[in-house]
């Protein structure tokens, strides 16, 4: 049998983590998006790609958390949850890369080059708050991926 932990498949703090990533990156998303001139760089763009597929991937465990929720269905089979943590694991990966990836951008270009103070019709500091955004979807999805592993651990 599993053990029960906070933040697993199919509990209130679960849902909470999957509603947190989603939110978090669809913020990210939208203020990445709405901002001028961000298709210019890579970086944002990969940000845009991985927080897309984190939202998709923390949507749909979202909507099979409350569906065992409304059911009183149990998720923590063997085989569940290893998807649930390759899944997690992945997502979480491409999310930090693309986390660092335009942090980075931004510290190149708001601090070493003095880009955005040049350049005041770039809106830098719309990308800040995005990639702060992804930063914290990427900690969600790490405490979920985390607690995941702990889970498939202790079959």
């Known amino acids: 049998m599993m053990k029960r932990m906070v933040g697993g498949p199919g509990t ?22 709405t ?17 897309g597929l984190q939202v998709l991937w923390s949507f749909g465990l ?16 063997p085989i569940l949850v290893s998807l649930f943590v390759v899944g997690d694991w992945v ?3 491409l999310s930090l890369a ?7 951008i931004i510290v190149l ?15 830098c ?5 995005s990639v702060a955004m992804a930063f914290i979807t990427w900690f969600f999805t790490a405490m979920s991926s985390h607690v995941m592993f702990w889970i498939l651990a202790s079959v």
């Open 109 to 123: 270009y708001a601090k070493d080059l003095d880009f955005c103070k040049k350049h005041k019709s770039i809106p």
């Open 35 to 51: 901002a001028v001139e961000f298709s210019n760089f890579t970086a944002f763009c990969y940000l845009i790609a991985s927080m």
């Open 125 to 129: 500091h719309r990308y800040q708050v």
């Open 12 to 33: 209130r703090s679960g849902l909470f983590l999957r509603l947190g990533q989603c939110a978090f990156g669809c913020a990210s998303i939208g203020l990445m998006v």
């Open 62 to 77: 979202a909507c099979l958390d409350i569906y065992a929720l409304r059911r009183k269905r149990d998720l923590q089979n």
């Open 98 to 104: 693309a986390a660092c990836s335009s942090a980075g």
């Open 91 to 93: 997502t979480a990966t």
